[in-house]
């Protein structure tokens, strides 16, 4: 198979042995003390081999936090002095990666807001000319492989070749319980391209919440994605940013050890394509969902009319035909006629129940 890209193999420049690579640390680098607190206790991690800090800070909104900026970098290279763990930070235009490579920032990434436009990406590639040092490259916020990928191969041209994709999820105009869907397709799809280049995984920035940072991590190993890049801060509840997504250290030493490493059923095309599956799966039946709560809110109005015209809940007729109407479109679909009863049961159960709930409800 062709390669996309020109690159060394990942254990050649990142520390981590066979398991896959964990990058730790806060979102802001925010003090020296914070910093250097947070990195000693990433440091007692055995899978922690990178600690991560943003100091310049492309943020949503100017009047909030915008980092550190160039004093942080100091803060990063007392970590990897003290604790040997290798440094990295975000670096968003050339002046961030002369100011990096200066200091000794051992590996770069680029961020999502970055990575959209092809002018900044180009430049930063023409900043790491002559360099060796190993870059990261997130996916653009938008679920857009190209632009993805098109970042990818400007910095590889660039000379860069010790490289990796960082998939942090993608802007959803629909309701989703992550901030940043994983949409899992595309991350699959960049690896059956080009299988050379290595994909880390940010849960952090795919849940945006903690709860469900153990549940994104698992399925990266299951999807056999190359490392993870996991937001810690040694008191996440003062965090300046990023503050709901943040896990202490320790929170971070139990999720890690929480992480089942199986062996791989099948072989890798057959995962990505029972992925792909479950991925189609996952977006129809928050579609059902939706399609479900339209319907819900329809009946509402309903319910409404019906009291202000004093009219009866059940409409028995009404209910004959769409029983027999809907029974019939779905057996044209293949669809037995128990289960198309046993369904719309459910949902004429709770459509009665919401209108008594409108009845019952003083004005
Ligand atoms: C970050 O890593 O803190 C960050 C800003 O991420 P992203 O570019 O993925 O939004
Ligand atoms: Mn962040």
Request: charged fraction near 25%; charge should be neutral.
């Amino acid at each position: 198979m062709e390669h996309c890209f020109d690159i060394e193999p990942m254990n050649q420049w990142m520390p981590c042995g066979d398991k896959p690579c964990v990058i730790a640390g806060p979102c802001s680098a925010e003090s020296e003390e914070q910093v250097m607190e947070t990195a000693r206790e990433l440091a007692k991690i055995p899978m922690v081999k990178v600690f991560r800090a943003g100091l310049w800070k492309p943020r949503t909104r100017p009047s909030t936090f915008e980092g550190v900026g160039d004093e942080g970098l100091n803060w990063l290279v007392r970590v990897k002095q003290e604790t040997g763990l290798k440094i990295t930070t975000e670096v968003a235009n050339p002046s961030h990666v002369e100011k990096a490579l200066k200091a000794g920032i051992d590996m770069v990434w680029l961020g999502a807001r970055t990575v959209v436009n092809p002018f900044s990406v180009q430049e930063i590639g023409e900043a790491l000319k002559g360099s060796h040092i190993p870059v990261m490259v997130k996916n653009p916020l938008n679920p857009d492989l190209t632009t993805w990928m098109g970042a990818l191969e400007r910095i590889n041209r660039s000379g860069v070749k010790k490289l990796a994709a960082i998939h942090r999820g993608f802007s959803y105009y629909k309701h989703s319980p992550y901030r940043n869907d994983p949409m899992w397709e595309i991350p699959i799809e960049l690896k059956r391209l080009c299988p050379e280049l290595p994909v880390i995984v940010d849960p952090s920035h795919i849940c945006g919440r903690v709860d469900l940072l153990s549940v994104i991590s698992q399925r990266a190993i299951d999807l056999e994605m190359n490392g993870l890049m996991i937001e810690t801060h040694i008191r996440p509840k003062e965090a300046l940013t990023d503050k709901q997504q943040q896990i202490t250290p320790e929170v971070l030493a139990s999720l890690l050890s929480g992480l089942i490493f199986r062996k791989p059923v099948g072989s890798t095309e057959f995962q990505n394509q029972l992925e792909k599956l479950r991925s189609e799966i996952d977006k129809i039946d928050q579609q059902l969902i939706d399609i479900i709560a339209q319907r819900m809110s329809i009946v509402d109005q309903i319910g409404n009319y019906k009291k202000e015209n004093k009219i009866t809940i059940l409409q028995l007729k009404r209910w004959n035909q769409i029983f027999s109407e809907r029974v019939e479109n779905g057996e044209q679909l293949g669809l037995p006629r128990e289960f198309i009863m046993k369904l719309l049961e459910v949902v004429h159960e709770e459509s009665i129940q919401r209108q008594i709930d409108v009845m019952n409800k003083k004005d």
